[in-house]
């Protein structure tokens, strides 16, 4: 079955860099959601980009889908200390079934 | 508003004994409800999921089992926990409409530690 897989699985960067994760999966997609977990709390939603769009932005989030290579980037600008958490990549697989699969995660460190 | 609740938030259980966890969707109606389960330090792993009352999806064969006794309730349960049970376990809820993006919505989670 697919599985969503990030990259890198940590990351830690100086407050105010930007920080880029990436996401790699291996069946075909309706879209591509990014979801940001604090330590030791339940998921929050970042972003949603379908499989027909290339780039989508909302805030200091950037998020790129290249479906030829199935994988897909998120780009958070001029981090800050709260943007420390994991961030997890999910896709619909199969697609149209509700069922969702989710990436192994990648760890931010954002150090002040 | 819509809101996800988790209980308990943390739960210590022996080897052997029986689990019930319970998750409950307010302020929306026909959710698709879904059980994950994380180990320390790792991603989800779907365990089940149910898009409608008395439909069940199980995604790993376990001695874990779910149900879902009314629309918006969704409950893990097992009549023998085993060691590695143990784990952060999250609810979530999504609703699909016409247009309307599959954005799931997660609980606060409970962690159960298995003894």
């Known amino acids: 079955s697919q599985q969503g897989e990030e990259d890198p699985q940590a990351l830690s960067i100086q407050e105010g860099e930007n920080a880029t994760m990436n996401c790699s999966y291996k069946?075909?997609?309706?879209?591509l959601q990014w979801y940001r977990q604090n330590s030791g709390r339940g998921l929050v939603h970042l972003i949603l980009?379908?499989?027909?769009?290339r780039e989508k932005h909302s805030g200091r989030l950037r998020v790129t889908l290249d479906t030829s290579k199935k994988s897909s980037s998120l780009l958070i600008t001029a981090s800050r200390a709260a943007d420390t958490a994991s961030y997890f990549c999910a896709t619909e697989d199969p697609p149209g079934t509700y069922k969702y699969i989710f990436g192994t995660g990648t760890r931010l460190k954002v150090l002040a | 508003s819509q809101t996800i609740h988790q209980w308990p938030a943390t739960l210590v259980q022996p080897v052997g004994s029986p689990l019930s966890l319970e998750c409950t969707v307010e302020g929306t109606s026909n959710p698709n409800l879904y059980w994950y389960r994380q180990a320390a330090g790792r991603g989800l792993q779907l365990l089940f999921y149910?898009?409608?009352?008395?439909?069940i999806s199980s995604e790993v064969p376990q001695n874990l089992s779910a149900s879902r006794p009314q629309d918006r309730q969704f409950i893990l349960s097992s009549k023998k926990l085993l060691l590695s049970d143990s784990g952060f376990y999250l609810c979530?809820?999504?609703?699909?409409?016409?247009?309307?993006?599959?954005?799931?919505?997660f609980g606060p989670g409970t962690r159960l530690t298995v003894l």
């Open positions: 149910s898009v409608g009352i008395g439909q």
């Open positions: 069946t075909s997609i309706n879209n």
């Open positions: 979530a809820w999504s609703v699909r409409g016409f247009g309307m993006a599959d954005t799931q919505y």
């Open positions: 980009i379908r499989s027909n769009e």
